[in-house]
């Protein structure tokens, strides 16, 4: 890879075209996108922080859309202000964020379930945990408390829930 794509704030960037029939391949590089993490900038135009593994990922896509009769290309690319790369990490991070945030209510509704029970939801939390980390280019606060739920839970020690009416209550 060149190193200009290593240069920080390089983005590497995946544009392409897909036949509308069959569905298939057009939801399969959907998925695989969702499951990169990718940032959607456009229709038929996403971005991901430029790394060899990014640009690896984007590229085996874009081979995947040109076998399913489409037009795809890869470009490298750097915003053209730092207020618009900070907009598109913030999205990203705030994506994650969510999925941080699922992690951590549904380890502490697996608190209420039996030992037996508890060990499945914290393997399953677990795998979860690492799905999103590969994912997770800008790690929001919410990394952290979704990862400390899920290792007091694996302990059965969970600790007590606060909510935003009470966190500066004394």
């Known amino acids: 890879m060149k190193s ?12 392409y075209r897909m ?3 069959p569905s298939g391949p057009r939801v399969a590089v959907w998925r695989r996108l969702q499951a990169l993490g990718a940032a959607q900038l456009g229709d038929g135009l996403v971005a991901l922080p430029a790394d060899a593994r990014t640009r690896e990922h ?3 896509i874009a081979d995947q859309v040109r076998q399913a009769g489409g037009t795809a290309g890869l470009w490298l690319s750097r915003p053209a202000s730092l207020g ?7 999205g990203m991070a705030a994506d994650r964020a969510r999925e941080y945030q699922d992690i951590t209510a549904a380890a502490h509704a ?3 379930l039996d030992a ?7 393997k399953r939390l677990r795998a979860e945990l690492r799905r999103i980390g590969r994912r997770d280019y800008f790690p929001p606060l919410e990394r952290d408390a979704a990862h400390a739920a899920v290792t007091a839970l694996a302990t059965a020690e969970l600790p007590a ?3 935003s009416a009470s966190a500066g209550q004394p």
Request: hydrophobic share 50%; no cysteine; glycine share 6%.
């Open 110 to 112: 697996a608190a209420a």
């Open 4 to 15: 200009e794509a290593l240069i920080p704030g390089g983005w590497v960037l995946l544009t």
């Open 19 to 21: 036949p509308r029939v």
């Open 116 to 122: 037996p029970e508890r060990a499945r939801a914290v």
């Open 58 to 60: 984007l590229d085996w």
């Open 84 to 90: 618009q790369e900070r907009e598109l990490a913030a």
């Open 161 to 163: 829930r606060t909510t």
